[in-house]
């Protein structure tokens, strides 16, 4: 696996998870762009048949492959977040 060309890793990076065993487990990351108008789904991984554990690390070894930075969770609202727009600079 590659890094991902399309990951700007001074802009901050979420991950989604719907866990699941018969159906499809998902982990999604998703980064804004950079006026917060709109998410960019960078990478989406569905697995079935696999315990939370087992994806989760699954969803580890992605993450370090594709070159992804660190996971922070969020501790505000999406509007409160929306208003860092400035924070992620443009090249």
Not at 50 to 66: F, G, Q, V, Y
Not at 79 to 86: D, V
């Amino acid at each position: 696996m590659t890094p991902d060309p399309q990951y700007t890793p001074d802009c901050d990076l979420y991950l989604g998870i719907d866990k699941g065993y018969r159906n499809p487990n998902a982990t999604l990351w998703i980064q804004p762009d950079r006026k917060w108008e709109r998410a960019i789904v960078l990478f989406a991984h569905y697995q079935a048949l696999r315990t939370p554990d087992e994806n989760a690390k699954i969803a580890l070894e992605i993450h370090k492959a594709r070159g992804y930075g660190q996971l922070v969770a969020p501790r505000r609202s999406w509007a409160a977040l929306r208003s860092k727009a400035n924070a992620c600079t443009s090249t």
